[in-house]
C-alpha cells in the first residue's frame, strides 16, 4: 500500500500539494477546531438495544403469577432471577449490572413509554430518535437538536462532537445545522482521508466555494453536491483528529470479543484520551425477537453487560466514569403474552437503564409494571422517555430542554 | 433544453444502469426519445431467471444428521447465497443482461424487502420478483405474499387461528401496499386472521394453505366484512387508490427525483397506474416519455445507490473481478448488499446512503482499481445475524479500451469536457463550474504530465470517476 501511495502522489504531481489552496471554510474550521472551545466535562453514552428488546424478560417481575401465567415458555424460573427488590430482579445474564446496582450505579426506569405507542420499527425508532410524539413527524434527532443548538449559542463544535461507533449515521443524531459523526474503525477512516485523490479533491477550492456557498441551490443536483463536498471536509478535519486520541487512549479490561464489545472499547479509549467528543453513540442489533427468544436473548445480554462492565472499570481508573452517563434504551418492549413460536410480538411500555458514577443511589423509578392493567394485552406506560431526556439535557448536558423537545416535561431528578 | 443524447443517457441511467463506452456512438443516432423508450421495454422482455441447481434433497436430510455435517451445511448454503449476489450483479452489469427488467426487480427487491438466508428461497423470490417486475402489482403483491422467504422473514407461518402474528399484516399495509395513516390497527388485527394458515413448506419452499390454522370467522377489514382470506385482504388493499399513489410515490423517488417530489407528476403516475389496474409496464412507460422526466431539475438529481455505483463502475470500466469477494465486499463497504436489506423497510436511500465512511470509499474507488491497491476498512461481524463473510482485497481488472477508442480523436484540450460529459450526469448551468476546477486542481496536472492520448484519457478518468459529482446519476 505504501509503495503504491507513493507512487501515485508522485503521479499526481501532488509533491506541490502543500503550496495547493486549502478551502476557505476549512481554514475557518481549523482554527475553531484549534481553539480551546468551552464545553462541558459530562460525557454521554446512549446504547440503543435495536429490533424491541423484550423489558419483561430483562428486569423480571419474579413474583407476579401473570407474568408465568403469560409465558410458560419463555418465563424466567423464579430461582434464576439475579433479586433486586422485592418484587423484581434481572435476567440471569445480566449478572455484570448486579454489583453495579448495588454500587448506587444503575438506576432502572420502569414503564418508559409515550402517549398511543406505535408497534412499527421504523416510526418507533423514529418517535425515540427524534423524541417526537406519536403523531409528530420530525427530521432531525434530538440529539441533532441539542447539536444545532449548541452552535447556535455560538459554541462551534467538531462534527465528531457526537459520534456514533457505526458506519452509517442514525436519526438521532442529524440536525439541520450541525450533525454527528460515523465512525467504526479510527485508523480505517484516517487512511481514507489521506489519499492523495481525496487530497486532490478537497484542494479544488473553488469548487468546494462554489458548491458551498451556494444558498439557493438551482437543482436537486446542486444541492446532493454540495452536501457531498460538506461531508468530505468536515471529515478531513475530524479524522485526524480522532485518530490522535484513539492512539493515545488505553484501556485494561476485558471487552466482549466482538462488533459490540470494540465499539464500547473504542469509547472507552477517546473518552480516557480527554477527547472533545461529547456524545457516544452505539447499537446492539438483534433483539427482535419473534420466535425462540430466550436464548438469543441471553446472548446478547451477556456482550451488553460485560462491556458494561469493562468500561466501568476503564473509566474508573481514569476517574472519568463519575463524568459519563450510559441510557440504555429500546424503541418498544413485547407484549405481555409469548406467541405460539416461543418469541413476543411487538409491544409498548419499557425499561430504561442508567449508569453513571454519579448516579449515587441504587433505585427502581417507577413501580412494577401491572400486569393486571393492559391496553389490549400491552403494558400501559407511566413515564414519557421525554422525560428521561428532559432530565438529561437540564441537569447532564446543561442545556434548555424545552428548546430541543418543545415542550416542557415534569422533572424526574434522574441525574 | 437538454440535447437527445444528455437525455437518452439519462434515461439509460434511470431505466437501466448507465450506457456502455461502446455504445457512445448510439447516442448520436437515436434520433428521438420514443425509439430509445420502445428499445428499452424491447431489451427488457426477456426474464433472466437465476438456475435452482441446488440440492433440495439435504435439506430434508439435515434432520439426521450430525453437527458436523449440519454446519458444513449451512456454510455451503452462505456460500450459494454469496455466489447468487455475484450473479445478479454481474447480470446487471451484463451489457444484454442489464436491462430496465433487472432495474425494476432491483427496485422491487428493496420495496419487499426481506433477508434472503437460504439460497433455494433466495433464487425462488428473485425470480419470482423478475417475472412480475413488469408484468400487475396484484399478481406481484399476491406472489409475495405466498412467497416462502416472506412468510418466514416476516413470521406468517407463525400465524394461526389461536394465535395470530401480526407481522406479515402490518409490514404489507404499511410498507408493501397503501402506507401509513391509510389504515388502523384493528385493520392489521383482521388482515392478519385472514392470512392465518398461509405457510410455507420449509423444504421445498412451496406454499401451503393450511385449513385448519385458517380463522373461517368474519373480519371488518377496512370498512368492509366478510369471512375474508388473504386474497380478499389484497382486493381491498389495491381498490384503494391510496395504494396505487403509495406505490408511484416510491417509484418516483427512485427513478425520477429522490429530493424533490413533484405532486403533480406522482398525480399522473398514480392515475395511469391506478385506472391501467396496476399495470406497471404501463405506468413505467408513461413515466419516460413524460417531458417532465427529461427536465434539468431531475438531471443527476440521484445519488447513486452502492449497487448502482458498483455496476454502474462495472459497466464504464470493463471491470473483470477475478474472484467474488470484491463484488460482495464493494457492497458491504458501501452499505448495500443484495438479499440483505437492513430491516424490512428497505434502504433508506438518497442522503443517507452517504457518511463519512462511505464518501471515502466512493470517492477512491476508482483509484483502488487502477492502482490495485486494497481498501482498508475492516468489515465489523455483527454478533447476531448471518452475514456474508468477505475479504478486503479487490482483486479486479479494468479494461478502458472501448473508452479510449471513443475517445481517440478528442482534442486533448476538450477530453476533461467530453469525457465528464459521458462520465458525469450533471445540469447544464453546473458543467462551467465543473470544468473551470478541472483547470485549476492537481488532476490537470496529473493529466497533464501523460504522453500520449491514452494515457490522458486514463488519467481523466481516474480523476473524474473520483469526484462527488459521480456519485451522482
Same mark, same amino acid.
Given at each position: ?73 419463555? !418465563? ?66 434530538? #440529539? ?117 464489545? &470494540? ?153 | ?29 437515436? &434520433? ?38 449440519? +454446519? ?20 446487471? !452489469?451484463?451489457? +444484454? ?33 423478475? &417475472? ?9 403483491? #399476491? ?22 402474528? *401480526? ?21 392489521? +388485527? ?193 454478533? *447476531? ?64 504530465? !501523460? ?23
Amino acid at each position: 500500500m505504501k509503495t503504491t501511495r507513493r507512487k501515485f502522489i508522485g503521479q499526481m504531481g501532488l509533491a506541490t500539494a502543500g503550496t495547493l489552496f486549502v478551502p476557505l471554510f476549512l481554514k475557518g474550521f481549523d482554527s475553531m477546531a484549534a481553539s480551546s472551545i468551552k464545553t462541558s466535562n459530562k460525557k454521554l453514552i446512549i446504547i440503543q438495544l435495536s429490533g424491541g428488546n423484550d423489558g419483561l424478560n430483562t428486569v423480571i417481575p419474579f413474583r407476579n403469577d401473570i407474568y408465568y401465567k403469560e409465558r410458560p415458555q419463555i !418465563a424466567i424460573p423464579q430461582n434464576e432471577v439475579i433479586k433486586l427488590s422485592d418484587e423484581q430482579g434481572l435476567n440471569p445474564a445480566l449478572l455484570p449490572l448486579k454489583k453495579i446496582y448495588e454500587e448506587g450505579e444503575l438506576t432502572i426506569i420502569n414503564n418508559v413509554g409515550y402517549p398511543n405507542p406505535d408497534r412499527s420499527h421504523f416510526r418507533s425508532m423514529d418517535i425515540w430518535q427524534t423524541g417526537s410524539s406519536s403523531n409528530e413527524y420530525l427530521s432531525t434527532g434530538w #440529539l441533532g437538536r441539542y447539536l444545532d443548538n449548541i452552535h447556535l449559542e455560538n459554541q462551534n463544535k467538531p462534527t465528531h462532537f457526537a459520534l456514533e461507533m457505526d458506519d452509517t449515521l442514525s436519526l438521532a443524531l442529524k440536525g439541520i445545522k450541525k450533525s454527528g459523526f460515523a465512525a467504526q474503525d479510527l485508523n480505517r477512516l484516517k487512511r481514507t482521508t489521506s489519499t492523495p485523490v481525496v487530497k486532490a479533491i478537497l484542494d479544488s477550492e473553488k469548487n468546494n466555494v462554489a458548491y458551498s456557498l451556494k444558498s439557493h441551490h438551482e437543482h436537486s443536483h446542486d444541492e446532493q453536491v454540495s452536501y457531498l463536498y460538506q461531508t468530505l471536509s468536515n471529515t478531513a478535519a475530524s479524522s485526524e483528529y480522532l485518530f490522535e486520541k484513539n492512539k493515545a487512549g488505553k484501556t485494561v479490561a476485558n471487552y466482549p470479543k466482538n462488533r459490540f464489545g &470494540k465499539d464500547i472499547q473504542q469509547v472507552a479509549k477517546l473518552i480516557n484520551s480527554g477527547c472533545d467528543s461529547q456524545i457516544y453513540y452505539v447499537s446492539l442489533n438483534g433483539f427482535d425477537t419473534h420466535a425462540n427468544q430466550k436464548n438469543a436473548q441471553e446472548r446478547l445480554f451477556k456482550n451488553y453487560a460485560e462491556a458494561i462492565e469493562a468500561l466501568r472499570k476503564d473509566l474508573r481508573k481514569t476517574d472519568n466514569w463519575n463524568d459519563t452517563l450510559v441510557m440504555t434504551f429500546s424503541k418498544f418492549g413485547r407484549r405481555v403474552g409469548e406467541n405460539a413460536s416461543r418469541g413476543t410480538d411487538h409491544g409498548t411500555a419499557n425499561v430504561v437503564f442508567l449508569a453513571g458514577g454519579d448516579l449515587k443511589k441504587k433505585q427502581f423509578v417507577g413501580q412494577a409494571p401491572n400486569l393486571t392493567d393492559l391496553d389490549n394485552g400491552d403494558l400501559k406506560f407511566k413515564i414519557d422517555f421525554r422525560q428521561i431526556y428532559s432530565d438529561i439535557l437540564k441537569n447532564w448536558l446543561k442545556t434548555n430542554p424545552k428548546s430541543i423537545l418543545n415542550a416542557d416535561f415534569e422533572n424526574l431528578g434522574l441525574v | 433544453m437538454k440535447s437527445t443524447p444528455q437525455k437518452i443517457q439519462h434515461l439509460y441511467w434511470r431505466a437501466e444502469f448507465g450506457i456502455l463506452p461502446k455504445d457512445i456512438n448510439m447516442l448520436k443516432t437515436t &434520433k428521438n426519445i420514443k425509439s430509445a423508450v420502445k428499445q428499452i421495454f424491447e431489451r427488457a422482455k426477456p426474464i433472466h431467471k437465476f438456475s435452482n441447481d441446488f440440492d433440495m434433497h439435504s435439506l430434508s436430510a439435515m434432520k439426521n444428521m450430525n453437527g458436523k455435517q449440519k +454446519k458444513q451445511l449451512r456454510k455451503s448454503a452462505r456460500q450459494d447465497v454469496r455466489e447468487l449476489n455475484v450473479e445478479w450483479v454481474e447480470q446487471m !452489469a451484463h451489457p +444484454k443482461k442489464g436491462t430496465l427488467r433487472e432495474k425494476m426487480a432491483f427496485f422491487w427487491h428493496g420495496h419487499f424487502a426481506c433477508e434472503l438466508k437460504n439460497p433455494i428461497f433466495a433464487v425462488q423470490q428473485i425470480n419470482t420478483i423478475k &417475472k412480475h417486475a413488469l408484468g400487475n402489482f396484484k399478481d406481484l403483491v #399476491l406472489a409475495i405474499a405466498k412467497d416462502a422467504a416472506m412468510i418466514l422473514y416476516l413470521n406468517n407461518q407463525q400465524n394461526r387461528k389461536r394465535k395470530p402474528n *401480526e407481522n406479515f399484516a402490518r409490514e404489507l399495509l404499511e410498507l408493501f401496499t397503501i402506507g401509513r395513516g391509510n389504515y388502523t390497527e384493528n385493520d392489521i +388485527k383482521e388482515a392478519a386472521r385472514a392470512f392465518t394458515g398461509w405457510f410455507t413448506n420449509r423444504l421445498t419452499g412451496e406454499f401451503n394453505f393450511r385449513q385448519r390454522a385458517h380463522d373461517e370467522g368474519q373480519k371488518t377489514f377496512m370498512g368492509k366484512t366478510g369471512n375474508f382470506d388473504g386474497n380478499d385482504i389484497i382486493d381491498i388493499i389495491l381498490s384503494k387508490k391510496e395504494t396505487a399513489h403509495f406505490i408511484t410515490t416510491k417509484i418516483y423517488s427512485f427513478f425520477v427525483n429522490e429530493v424533490e417530489p413533484n405532486k403533480k407528476n406522482i398525480e399522473e403516475l398514480t392515475t395511469v397506474f391506478f385506472e391501467s389496474d396496476y399495470n406497471i409496464e404501463k405506468m413505467m412507460k408513461h413515466l419516460f416519455l413524460q417531458d417532465w422526466f427529461y427536465e434539468e431539475q431531475n438531471i443527476g438529481s440521484k445519488i447513486k445507490s452502492p449497487v448502482e455505483f458498483l455496476v454502474g463502475m462495472m459497466r464504464t470500466l470493463n471491470l473483470n473481478f477475478k474472484n467474488e469477494d470484491g463484488i460482495l465486499f464493494t457492497q458491504k463497504v458501501l452499505g448495500q448488499i443484495l438479499f440483505r436489506p437492513p430491516n424490512v423497510a428497505g434502504w433508506q436511500g438518497g442522503k443517507a446512503w452517504i457518511d463519512n465512511a462511505t464518501l471515502m470509499v466512493r470517492l477512491n474507488y476508482a483509484g483502488y482499481i487502477f492502482n490495485q491497491a486494497e481498501i482498508e476498512i475492516d468489515i465489523k461481524d455483527e454478533p *447476531e445475524t448471518k452475514k456474508i463473510r468477505v475479504g478486503r482485497k479487490i482483486d479486479v481488472s479494468a479494461n478502458i479500451n472501448p473508452l479510449m477508442k471513443s475517445f481517440q480523436k478528442t482534442d486533448t484540450k476538450d477530453l476533461a469536457k467530453e469525457l465528464s460529459d459521458f462520465l458525469i450526469q450533471i445540469p447544464q448551468n453546473s458543467k462551467k463550474e465543473l470544468n473551470k476546477t478541472f483547470q485549476k486542481t492537481a488532476f490537470e496536472a496529473y493529466a497533464n504530465a !501523460a504522453t500520449n492520448q491514452n494515457e490522458k484519457i486514463k488519467a481523466w478518468t481516474v480523476s473524474i470517476l473520483s469526484l462527488p459529482e459521480y456519485q451522482m446519476c
